[in-house]
């Protein structure tokens, strides 16, 4: 049988899902409609880390393209944080001409780290 102590904190999740949720300008209402979840257990699974079911885990991490890799397989380099999936899906909302200018600035980057 497991400890009590065993449990995951989801605290760091719940953190990453509220900045992921204010970032795209929703509130806690629209996101509790969308999936179907009252506004208080999302402030609850934010502020205090309540664990989530596997289908709200799975909603939140979807609708708010937030990386669980991170809070789960923190050592993987094979994972994807957050912040690369957001901005992965911004590109997909750009123009050829627009990821010329991406590209460009992202070689200027990888240059000066040389």
């Known amino acids: 049988m497991r ?3 065993d449990k995951y904190d989801f605290r760091a999740f719940g953190l990453a899902i509220k900045e992921a949720r ?3 300008g929703m509130t806690r209402e629209q996101v509790g409609a969308i999936i179907e979840i009252d506004p208080r ?3 609850n699974i ?3 880390g309540q664990h989530p079911s596997l289908q709200v885990l799975y909603d ?3 609708l708010l393209n937030v990386s669980v890799d991170e809070f789960f397989l ?3 380099d ?3 944080s957050t912040r690369r999936r957001q901005v992965e899906k911004q590109l997909d909302n750009l123009s050829d001409i627009d990821l010329i200018i991406i590209e460009s600035v992202t070689n200027g980057i990888l240059k000066t780290k040389k």
Do not use: D
Request: proline residues 5%; hydrophobic residues 35%; aromatic residues 4%.
């Open 3 to 5: 400890k009590k102590e």
């Open 22 to 24: 204010m970032k795209q």
């Open 41 to 43: 257990y999302l402030t």
């Open 46 to 48: 934010e502020n205090k």
């Open 60 to 62: 939140l991490v979807h």
């Open 74 to 76: 923190p050592a993987s």
């Open 78 to 80: 094979l994972a994807k």
